[in-house]
């Protein structure tokens, strides 16, 4: 089993961090790499720039201990983890800018025996298509697409499948999918991995490992889009759909899933168009899914509108932005989107809480909503749109909000 001291990790975020944080504390050197100098700066103090439970202390033991520091660019190491966003362009085409951009990053620093892994979420192919942009950018050194027995890196996939709020458990913990360019990538890579994780590594292919991914993802959003089809439905039927869930998963084989203002996160949202552009004459659920949660905002800002001509002059508070409770990703969150839509169709003030954040983001701060507490928002609004079950809105009784017109798109009144 191949043993490796350094490892560079391009990509601080909600995964890179804790990634590099958990490789450090097993005593590994762990360089980060971020085109944020905020980011890197904030790191190499010991601080954190996101929130994570526990993260700012496993981050803080690492940097006083030297094996973890920050960097805007990368240098040698023995193995490079990319973790770096995989959006979707506007014609939901994905966008691999990013994973480009760090393949050159990392190719001047490579040497013979180097391991290159893919963590980010990518449509089917991607680890390939990394295997050939190194042999371009670097025609000293042989890839394994060009010589499986010869080659002098190796590359291969390994998916993040953690949860925000658990990552630092589920990092060590989850089993891991890798899947390499070859055989002999999967073998090394899980040299790696067997260094902090406890969860059983599965050896596959690259490009079953990236379909492993996107499939996880797609089967939580059919589920999901079957559970929010059905909050619709029961609204034109006068039926309370939390109610309605709660009974039927009595069944001992249903668990039907709670539905929301729509879909949100880097993942979920995001991967089942992957395979709808891999295979688009096939993948005609994963679409119609994808298409129903999408639709989801939009039909709870109709009810928004509707309550609001209730109104002379309506104040409407939206409660939550993140796209899951009590964490601060915002990221594909469809709270941002209604509360941005709801601001530019001019319906009435809008207030905003989010008690995780301490500043909006630059999508909204344009707009000048008016961030505020909790209990300023349940002073001066008259319709409450919960987007968000965090523990605060969770922790509202029904005299506190008796008064004003509801819009529970979590079910916390359910």
């Known amino acids: 089993m191949k043993t490796f001291n350094k490892v560079c990790v391009v990509g601080l975020g909600y995964i890179g961090l804790p990634t590099a944080a958990v490789i450090a504390s097993r005593g590994m050197e762990v360089l980060g790499v971020d085109v ?5 700066e904030t790191i190499n103090q010991g601080k954190i720039h996101i929130v994570e439970p526990d993260l700012d202390m496993l981050v803080q033991a690492a940097v006083m201990t030297g094996k973890l520091k920050a960097a805007t660019v990368p240098d040698t190491a023995d193995a490079f983890i990319l973790a770096v966003p995989t959006p979707f362009k506007e014609d ?34 991607t680890t390939e298509k990394i295997s050939r942009w190194l042999a371009e950018l670097r025609t000293d050194l042989v890839l394994p697409h060009q010589d499986p027995d010869n080659a002098q890196l190796y590359v291969a996939h390994c998916p993040e499948r953690v949860l925000p709020g658990r990552i630092l458990q589920e990092l060590v913990s989850n089993d891991r999918i890798i899947g390499g ?28 490992a990236e379909m492993t991914k996107l499939t996880e993802n797609s089967f939580r959003d059919v589920n999901i889009a079957f559970a929010n089809e059905l909050s619709m439905i029961c609204d034109t039927l ?6 309605l869930i709660k009974l039927a998963n009595r069944h001992p084989r249903v668990n039907i899933l709670s539905p929301g203002p729509g879909v949100g ?29 999408d639709y989801k905002p939009h039909y709870v800002m109709d009810k928004v509108i509707k309550a609001a001509d209730e ?68 002073e001066k609004a008259n319709i ?5 079950d965090h523990k605060q809105f969770k922790a509202l009784s029904l005299s506190e909000v008796a008064r004003k017109i509801v819009i529970d798109t979590r079910g916390i009144f359910g």
């Not at 992957?274 to 949660?293: C, G, H, K, T, Y």
């Not at 409450?384 to 968000?388: H, M």
């Open 92 to 125: 939901k085409k994905p966008d691999l800018s990013f994973i480009e951009a760090a393949v050159k990053s990392i190719a001047p620093f490579l040497k013979a025996g180097d391991l290159i892994i893919l963590e980010s979420t990518s449509p089917v192919g």
């Open 181 to 208: 360019i070859t055989p002999r990538c999967a073998e090394i890579a899980t040299s790696l991995y067997l260094q902090f994780v406890r969860g059983e590594c599965l050896q596959t292919s690259s490009r079953t």
């Open 384 to 388: 409450l749109l919960i987007l968000v």
């Open 36 to 40: 944020s100098t905020y980011a890197v």
């Open 265 to 293: 996160g880097h993942c979920i949202a995001v991967d089942p168009w992957f395979i709808v552009d891999s295979a688009p004459e096939q993948a005609n659920m994963i679409r119609l899914a994808r298409e129903i949660n």
């Open 311 to 378: 109104f002379k002059r309506p104040v409407i508070a939206c409660l939550g932005l993140a796209f899951k409770a009590d964490i601060d990703d915002l990221r594909e969150s469809p709270a941002v989107n209604i509360t941005l839509a709801l601001k530019q169709q001019n319906i009435g003030e809008i207030l905003v809480v989010e008690p995780n954040i301490k500043a909006l983001p630059a999508s909204l701060s344009e707009l000048k909503p008016n961030l505020v507490s909790l209990p300023e928002a349940i």
């Open 238 to 243: 006068k039926i309370n759909v939390w109610e």
